[in-house]
């Protein structure tokens, strides 16, 4: 069974930056994944997502900020959080990208952006 750990969130002033990952345990490799975030008392909401070819996708509110990216040597993805701003508060999750079923959702990890 595929076993999502989400690490490297905490506490930043806005304008900084962050680096969130997504270590992958029981797959080969990494070839779809994205990152999702849920605010408290929102939806939680797509932010990124990587594809077969590379591709990448972003929602509107983090383009041209935030980078996914992913290390198939180490079944790891990557969330660069550049430039945050205090709506991007949120609990960060991974997981495949909503065409897919999903694996089972991990903890999480928690960033805080104070303004």
């Known amino acids: 069974q595929v076993q999502l750990v989400e690490s490297g969130g905490g506490l930043v002033q806005a304008g900084g930056s962050l680096r969130l990952s997504c270590a992958a345990s029981a797959i080969s490799r990494i070839r779809y994944m994205a990152w999702y975030r849920q605010a408290p008392g929102k939806q939680r909401e797509l932010v990124a997502a990587i594809i077969a070819d590379d591709t990448t996708n972003y929602a509107d509110s983090v383009k041209g900020r935030f980078t996914i990216s992913k290390d198939n040597a180490k079944r790891t993805v990557f969330l660069q959080m550049n430039n945050v701003k205090p709506d991007d508060t949120a609990v960060y999750y991974c997981?495949?990208?909503?065409?897919?079923?999903?694996?089972?959702w991990g903890q999480g990890t928690q960033v805080t952006v104070s303004s």
């Open positions: 997981n495949l990208p909503p065409d897919f079923t999903p694996y089972r």
